[in-house]
T-cell receptor, first 116, second 118 residues
Framework: ETGVTQTPRHLVMGMTNKKSLKCEQH?????MYWYKQSAKKPLELMFV???????ENNSVPSRFSPECPNSSHLFLHLHTLQPEDSALYLC???????????????FGNGTRLTVT | AQKITQTQPGMFVQEKEAVTLDCTYD???????LFWYKQPSSGEMIFLIY??????QNATEGRYSLNFQKARKSANLVISASQLGDSAMYFC???????????????FGPGTSLSVIP
């Protein structure tokens, strides 16, 4: 398998549920990202892991909890979400180094989350 | 603080015509990269083209070219010979290079919705 794979593609959950989104990359990258894309809004950077260390937490509520066990896997644990958290959640990976400003992000297909 | 502006929320183009999607950016970092992505209605983000701040020539990839005007801080995407499959959202993005905090962060503009008319 190649590229960036996200599961599940679609998720419907109640506000009291706990669920997890999974992302896996097979590109040999050392940085992974979570972005949130809501309708009519720009992509919002949520979390960045570089060399398995969290380097960015963009004021995201604690009901979103990331986990990066190794450079190939990234999770987003969800609990007690709100309806406004319904969005497309995109995972991406990239090289991370001082010369990596020329490295594009490679995205997964996203998880479309609906909170009821 | 870095910022990406895309002033065209929506654009229409006739099939087989060329179209330019605007992007301006703001940064004080001398090292940065500019990227364009395409997002069809299915949701995946597809990398199209890259331009580096030190590149002397405009980037080209097939029907895509980038009109890079460094002094004006603009990086407009030109799509030649538009096809129906080009209908999608297009995002401009920037990645700075000086510090670990900056080069690990990629910031996106609000996007432009392109519709190709048969």
């Amino acid at each position: 398998e190649t590229g960036v794979t996200q599961t599940p593609r679609h998720l419907v959950m109640g506000m009291t549920n706990k669920k997890s989104l999974k992302c896996e990359q097979h590109l040999g990258h050392n940085a992974m990202y979570w972005y949130k894309q809501s309708a009519k809004k720009p992509l919002e950077l949520m979390f960045v892991y570089s060399l398995e260390e969290r380097v960015e937490n963009n004021s995201v509520p604690s009901r979103f909890s990331p986990e990066c066990p190794n450079s190939s896997h990234l999770f987003l644990h969800l609990h007690t979400l709100q309806p406004e958290d319904s969005a497309l959640y995109l995972c991406a990976s990239s090289h991370s180094s001082q010369s990596s400003y020329n490295s594009p992000l490679h995205f997964g297909n996203g998880t479309r989350l609906t909170v009821t | 603080a870095q910022k990406i502006t895309q002033t065209q929320p929506g654009m229409f183009v006739q099939e087989k015509e060329a179209v330019t999607l605007d992007c301006t950016y703001d940064t004080s970092d001398p090292s940065y990269g500019l990227f364009w992505y395409k997002q069809p209605s299915s949701g995946e983000m597809i990398f199209l083209i890259y331009q580096g701040s030190y590149d002397q020539q405009n980037a080209t990839e097939g029907r895509y070219s980038l009109n890079f005007q460094k002094a004006r801080k603009s990086a407009n995407l030109v799509i030649s010979a538009s096809q129906l499959g080009d209908s999608a959202m297009y995002f401009c993005a920037m990645r700075e290079g000086s510090t670990k905090t900056s080069y690990d962060k990629v910031i996106f503009g609000p996007g432009t919705s392109l519709s190709v008319i048969p």
